[in-house]
């Protein structure tokens, strides 16, 4: 099965260590966030995987080789003439996934969770959803909106109290994206944007005529490694 990993920002969150490395070879315990989620993906099943790269691409490249994939055979994405956002490299990876009729996963690289994708996928299949995003109860200054059903509505700026509202609903849940997406290949034929994008505007595009649902994974662990600071709380979640 495969994978698409996200690995090509600056990182700046992550600075010292982000100004001579990517923030995907960041260590938490001794390994790399990019050794992790590919450690992470292998052991679902998902050992077909390509990255996107653009900061210290090179580093990227060469600990890959050297380390054989960590048991995945990796391909990589050129993003090197400029970054395109989570939506615009999914895009540009287009043809690693246009000969497959399976379900694929994308997921930060930055993000460490024991979310249990089997059971994500499973749940996948029976919405027959066109994504499925996972979710979770925390605070965040943007959040995305559900209805009853888990179905996509819409979205939330916490912060600004700025709302974009696809579809009404008598009530609206708003849960904050981890950062893990299970997504069906029909999704690359219905992309129209251009250039640099988020996947959050294309799926409020494309939840208007497309079934895009939540898995909710408060239950299990789960840490965006963005700050300095979050790598000692990982190190203590993944030991």
Do not use: C
């Amino acid at each position: 099965m495969k994978a698409m990993i996200l690995a090509a920002g600056f990182g700046t969150r992550l600075k010292p260590f982000t100004d001579h490395h990517p923030k995907a070879l960041a260590p938490v315990n001794g390994k790399s966030l990019l050794q992790r989620n590919i450690e992470y993906l292998v052991s679902y099943g998902f050992d077909e995987i390509i990255i996107n790269v653009h900061h210290f691409a090179e580093q990227i490249i060469e600990i890959i080789k050297l380390n054989n994939g960590w048991g995945a055979k990796v391909s990589f994405s050129d993003e090197i003439d400029a970054i395109l956002e989570t939506g615009g490299g999914l895009k540009r990876a287009k043809h690693f996934f246009e000969n497959s009729n399976e379900a694929f996963v994308l997921m930060n690289v930055d993000i460490l969770t024991d979310l249990n994708l089997t059971e994500m996928l499973h749940y996948h299949q029976q919405h027959k959803a066109l994504a499925t995003l996972a979710v979770r109860k925390r605070d965040t200054s943007r959040y995305l909106l559900f209805n009853e059903e888990n179905i996509l509505v819409g979205w939330r700026n916490a912060n600004t109290n700025e709302e974009k509202i696809v579809h009404e609903s008598a009530t609206y849940y708003q849960k904050a994206f981890s950062g893990v997406h299970i997504i069906e290949p029909k999704i690359l034929s219905l992309i129209t944007q251009e250039g640099k994008f988020s996947m959050i505007d294309l799926y409020l595009e494309l939840a208007k005529n497309n079934i895009i649902v939540a898995y909710d994974h408060s239950h299990t662990k789960m840490i965006d490694v963005g700050k300095p600071e979050s790598i000692e709380k990982a190190e203590d979640l993944f030991e």
